[in-house]
């Protein structure tokens, strides 16, 4: 009898230690770090593959972004493919995808390398520096995406999710930290992650917000406080800036932004897993696959002692249809109402004309389109997407929170080159958004080889078909005399040559699918050039001159995706463009012994353009792009040789050859194709090759008396060569080049840049 009292005592004991055991609960806390953040995902990955509990979760930057997917039901076999996806990588960084940069509202590819906006207070103008280096277009829409979902769940309490969540951000209006544990989910993880200066911060009810990292960078005590947990589990993958030292600018916005954290965890009912993951920079996120298999490898080397401090246990199976079932229950992401804030009654009415072609409701994915296309828009600034669940009907309204541009908007840039065609850039552009979209833009180059001046008007109508109108006055000069294109430590010049192109431009455009524009339009110019017929010439001769006023119609078709103004590595571009010119030329003759006399005539002709460039994917960091381009024109000769080819069709494939007058590259009818295999060390360091060769059906030549022949068909071809190293900073490329071109006197160039090698338009190109 007392045998058999004993051993029920004893049952009735284990029973209800197993009762009391399973009411314990775990939270697991997930810091900030940027990149390293991404290491939390292996460490759930160890946690879930060893049943071990995570009944509440909280995090801070990269930890909220982590924390709050896996709140929402991301497994994270989901949540790793989701971070090392390319995608990822670029929204990141702030890069939108070319594919979706409407082509359509794409300005011409001016070389500025910083732009701010100028604000008019007290009728005084004041720069407006921008406030982030980055884009967040991209990551709005896909917190929009990823988070929107669970918004019906999480708008009473982020207690009603998968996982009860917590996040921290910084008001940096009231200097306080921020706990968000209600509200727009998404909204709570953007706010949590914007990092100072890199990332554009989130403003709502007058209150700023920046990255949570700045008050607390390891919310232990938000998941102790919220939730009292029977024990914690910290994800560490950060660390207290170190001494800052004098030339490491993000090393001192650590210090100054990012206060001092306090790690620890209690002994007896927290464990502490500290990832080092010292030789990851705060944004390298293609180590994603690195970083995460870190922090699975760390959890799982703890585990044991993980284990034995902290035995709460959760079966896998269970969890998983946990999750399918909540993943289950969240609505689809459909939006019936689209309310839109920032603007007035005339500016809503063009936002409306992107959105409202939908019918009584539209996806997500829908939306992204004419998001990007609004963003294209100059007058728009951000755009910031918020998802409200309304009960009634059970769907989705879209809030849109419109930032518009400053009226005035200042650009500088230009090239610093180590050869003599530096020059610099400027221009200032003033918007006006009403039923329309309106820009003007005033434009000025300056420097030894090439100055401008343009101005410009657009007026944008978003009717069906959208379409534009655009008119713009463009002074081109180029003195290939005074600038020297050797490099600085040579006293080399090449022939006697200005070329001038002035014009007056017209032209309408209609979008063709999302990445390409149709162009109708007409240039009325005249082109000026002095020039020597021969080589050798004195300060006392005078030059030959030729003047050409033209009229052009043209029909022009353009597709671009490629990923940089300058050095691209991704995407394509295919351009088609049809041309009629008809004009006067008037010759006349220097101190010369040939064509002695002035002459005057009418020339007409028909030019044909096709260009094809394009970049495939051989492997993560190795891409080869190839280029093809053809032209056919049945234009007649000029007065000269000179004159003749300063009115041709020319092959400049490389920025370095826009630079210079290459007459073997130059034809009425060729075929021209390169190819430009690209390493890429990282998405900014690239190692780049080019070859190309052109083609011509009958080459231009220089007759005896200096007139203007054809050789023989197909009996001649060119080649054209280049190696370089670039880095494409937050402001421009950095190159270091050698080119190798077909030409008297000099055929290799060394040079380095910094900057863009851009032109304004002209008439006859």
Partial sequence: MLKRSLVICLLLLSLYGTATYAQKTVGLVLSGGGAKGLAHIGVIKALEEHDIAIDYIAGTSMGAIIGGLYATGYSPREMEELVTSPEF???????????FRYHFKRNDAYPSLFSFNIEVEDSVPRAKLPSSLLSTHMMD??????????????????????????????????????????????????TSMTFPFYYRPIETDSIVYFDGGMKNNFPADVIQKDFDPDYLIGSKTAKNAAQPEADDILLQIQNVFLGSTDYTLPDSTGFLIDINLDSTSLFNFRKAPHVIRKGYRTTIRNMDSLMHKIPVRRDKKILQERRESFRSSLPTLQFKKVRIRGVQSGQKRYIQHYIRRYGDTFSVGEFKDDYFKLLADDNIRTIYPRAYYD??????????????????RASIGGNISSSSINQGFGMVRYHHLGKY????????????????AKLEGRIDFPWFPEFYLRSAIVLNRWDYFNSSNEPFFEDVRPAYLIYSD?????????????????KLGFNLGNTSSEYYLQDKFRKA??????????FTSYLEYDMNTLNYRQFPSSG?????????????????????????????????????????????????????????????SNRDFFSNYHSTLLHGSYYNPLPHSKTLHLPNYIGNHYLAAGLNPVLEFNEKFQ?????????????????????????????????????????????????LTVNYYEKRNKNFYFLFNFGFILFNEQGLK
């Fill in 687 to 735: 190692l780049r090759a080019a070859a190309h060769a052109f083609i011509p059906y009958k080459k231009i030549i220089e007759l005896p008396d200096k007139t203007a022949g054809y050789a023989p068909a197909l009996n001649h071809y060119h080649t054209m060569l280049s190696g370089t190293m670039v880095y494409h900073t937050v402001f421009g490329p950095a190159s």
């Fill in 391 to 408: 009960s009634t009907d059970g769907q989705f309204d879209l809030l849109l929170n419109i930032d518009q541009q400053s009226r005035f």
């Fill in 572 to 632: 394509s571009r295919f351009q088609a463009r049809g041309s009629l010119v008809r004009g006067k030329e008037q010759f006349e003759p220097g101190s010369n012994d040939f064509l002695t006399r002035p002459q005057s005539q009418k020339h007409h002709w028909l030019n044909l353009h096709l260009e094809y460039q394009t970049f495939w994917d051989i492997s993560e960091n190795f891409k080869l792009g190839f280029r093809m381009e053809g032209n056919y």
């Fill in 141 to 190: 829409y896909q917190f929009l995406r990823f988070m929107g979902p669970a918004q019906e769940k999480a708008q009473e309490s982020f207690n009603n999710l998968f996982v009860p969540f917590r996040c921290v951000a910084t008001d940096i209006t009231n200097n306080k930290e921020v706990v968000f544990d209600s509200g727009n989910l998404a909204l709570a993880i953007r």
């Fill in 437 to 452: 979209s309106k820009r003007v833009l005033a434009n000025v180059y300056y420097g030894r080889l090439y100055s401008s």
């Fill in 502 to 518: 002035n014009l007056f431009k017209g032209e309408a455009g209609l979008p063709v699918d999302y990445n390409g524009t149709l």
């Fill in 89 to 99: 990588v670029q929204w990141a960084n702030g890069i939108v995808p070319e594919k």
């Fill in 541 to 550: 001769d005078t030059a030959e001159t030729t003047n050409f006023n033209y």
